[in-house]
């Protein structure tokens, strides 16, 4: 199995930015995408981001629309750590991130995702 534990979460006012972070471990050889998730209050999960985590590899970096512009991500595959960036913060981003994991590809966030770790809290305040 693959454990994923995020970090980097926090309570910020408008305007900051925040690197969240979200390392592999376990049977890592086994993992071929990582994305990032949110699910703010009252709302469903949202798909932001997601990446193959190994080299060479068909798949491609995928960011969505919604994340454009503010978000940025890069992935380190010799430590199997995932990050996002988030800057210019909105109280609208607050929610609980989610990395999660998955075995196959394709990549995109509306796939079936294998694994998934517990979330950091994003608090925005305006």
């Known amino acids: 199995r693959v454990q994923l534990v995020e970090s980097g979460g926090g309570s910020v006012q408008a305007g900051e930015s925040l690197k969240l972070s979200c390392t592999a471990s376990g049977d890592t050889d086994g993992l071929y995408c990582m994305a990032w998730f949110r699910q703010a209050p009252g709302k469903g999960r949202e798909g932001l981001v997601a990446t193959p985590s190994k080299t060479p590899t068909d798949a491609v970096p995928l960011i969505s629309d919604s994340a454009k512009g503010r978000f940025n991500f890069s992935i380190d595959t010799a430590k199997n750590t995932l990050y996002l960036q988030v800057d210019n913060l909105k109280p609208e981003d607050s929610a609980v991130y989610y990395c999660?994991?998955?075995?196959?590809?394709?990549?995109?966030?509306?796939?079936?995702?294998?694994?998934w770790g517990r979330g950091t809290q994003v608090t925005v305040s305006s």
């Open positions: 999660a994991g998955r075995k196959y590809i394709p990549c995109h966030w509306s796939q079936n995702y294998d694994y």
